[in-house]
């Protein structure tokens, strides 16, 4: 039985047969482990230590492969993350045309502290890159995996307030 912290009967319920699926598709690709941590990934949001230790403990294959291999890559993350992502690019073009200023803008208007990357509602995830290789057309933000170039505050406020908007609509 899966071990999961702090979690109802009926969540660590769903959350092993969601596990179940995905340990069968490994099995069926012959174990290609990034395949297997994107798939808990796009299940869950994240990477769950909850569900590295359950396929460690199902394959045989010490807990540290899986986290060796996801610290490697930067697409894989070990926290939950919002419904909105906003990647800030932190590259030199991006940073000489005003990044900071844009990512100082949003942490105001999303109420993050310096030490904060996901609002307390889950809506929003505020994360900086290095560079995304967008430099032509800095100031780059991307929300929700759309490239945003030569950004501006009022643009990029009026977007974030657009998905606000879009949120209390749908309740």
């Known amino acids: 039985m899966l071990v999961l912290k702090s979690t109802s009967e009926r969540t660590r319920f769903f959350m092993e047969q969601i596990l179940e699926k995905i340990l ?5 690709s012959e174990g290609n482990i990034i395949s297997l941590l994107q798939d808990i990934e796009d299940s869950f949001g994240y990477l769950s230590e909850d569900a ?6 199902k394959l045989d294959i010490p807990a540290s492969r899986f986290f060796g291999v996801a610290t490697f890559y930067s697409q894989f993350h070990f926290k939950p993350r919002g419904r909105n992502v906003i990647t800030a690019c932190c590259g030199t073009a991006c940073h000489v045309k005003g990044s900071e200023r844009l990512i100082n803008g949003l942490r105001k208007e999303l109420n993050l502290s310096e030490d904060e990357d996901t609002t307390k509602n889950m809506e929003f995830t505020l994360e900086k890159v290095n560079c995304v290789g967008a430099c032509s057309i800095a100031p780059v933000i991307i929300i929700n995996k759309q490239v945003r170039g030569k950004t501006t505050s009022d643009k990029l406020l009026k977007e974030i307030k657009s998905l ?8």
């Not at 069968?24 to 069926?28: I, N």
């Not at 590295?52 to 403990?57: L, Y």
Request: hydrophobic share 25%; glycine share 10%.
């Open 24 to 28: 069968v598709e490994y099995r069926k």
């Open 52 to 57: 590295i230790n359950w396929f460690s403990k």
């Open 164 to 171: 606000k908007g879009l949120k209390d609509e749908g309740n």
